[in-house]
């Protein structure tokens, strides 16, 4: 394991986290103006929410994503129930987000298969958009940890698809309406090939998330998402917490 990585596990298991903050109050990096943002309203929802605080105890040593994010997507299960289809992640690394977002729906009831996409070797197609990338980052990980979870969390509805999405995997996807997209991704050559692998795919109504929207050193992602935001069929959120959404018209 790299030493960053070590140092980031162990801290992470002891329930802390580390992040870039932009070095100045604000910062400006590849175009883009960075600042902590402090957002007055506290409501907090996932609080009071016991089912998903208690799935979260457990996920929350497998994933890189916070409780915000991670909310979010539980949240955008139930939202997108009412669109009907399967879910997709691509970026599963140690299973944290995609078995949340699987154990929503068998909270639910609901019949759709979260598919779980990942090379399991890391981040792949880093270049020149992607400041802080090179390609390899998140490799520690493997199907049997991500199993580990999901038995953990009694849960059944998922699909692992091992190795590049869309270009060695994209065949395997056996859903033609897939009602809700994760990219986490972290490049911008990954996320587009992803997004043009699964629109097609997608219902009105359907919503793609991005992670990394916003992360210093995640820039490409951001670019990815400011040129898709040109397109008629889609409507654009920017959440502070570090998501982008884009819903299909
Ligand atoms: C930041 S991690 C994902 C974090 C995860 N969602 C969590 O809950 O912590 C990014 C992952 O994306 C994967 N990845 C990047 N590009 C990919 C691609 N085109 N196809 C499959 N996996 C990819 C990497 O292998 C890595 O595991």
Redesign the pocket.
């Known amino acids: 394991m790299l030493p960053k990585t070590l140092v980031k596990t162990v801290l992470r298991a002891t329930g802390f986290a580390i992040y870039r903050i932009p070095r100045a109050a604000s910062e400006q990096q590849a175009g883009y103006s960075y600042s902590q943002a402090h957002p007055n309203a506290t409501l907090a929802p996932w609080l009071s929410d016991a089912e998903f605080m208690a799935a979260f105890e457990t996920a929350k040593h497998n994933?890189?994503?916070d409780i915000y994010r991670m909310y979010e997507l539980w949240s955008l299960v139930r939202e997108t129930a009412k669109v009907g289809g399967d879910i997709v992640?691509?970026?599963?690394?140690?299973g944290?987000?995609?078995v949340m977002m699987a154990k929503k729906e068998t909270l639910l009831g609901g019949s759709g298969t979260i598919y779980l996409?990942?090379?399991?070797?890391?981040?792949?197609?880093a270049g020149t958009e992607d400041s802080d990338y090179r390609g390899g980052e998140?490799?520690d990980?493997d199907t049997s940890i991500v199993e580990d979870l999901a038995s953990s969390l009694g849960v059944k509805n998922t699909k692992t698809l091992v190795g590049?999405?869309p270009d060695q995997t994209g065949a395997q996807l056996q859903s033609e309406r897939i009602r809700l997209l994760h990219i986490?991704?972290?490049v911008y050559q990954?996320a587009r090939?992803?997004v043009d692998f699964v629109l097609p795919r997608m219902p009105s109504g359907g919503v793609i998330v991005f992670?990394d929207y916003g992360f210093v050193g995640c820039d490409g992602v951001t670019r990815c998402v400011d040129e898709l935001r040109a397109r008629d069929d889609l409507t654009y959120v920017h959440n502070i917490n570090g998501h982008a959404l884009l819903i299909k018209r």
């Open positions: 994933t890189l994503v992640e691509i970026g599963v690394w140690r944290g987000s995609g996409c990942d090379t399991f070797e890391g981040v792949v197609k998140h490799r990980t590049i999405f986490d991704v972290d990954s090939d992803c992670d």
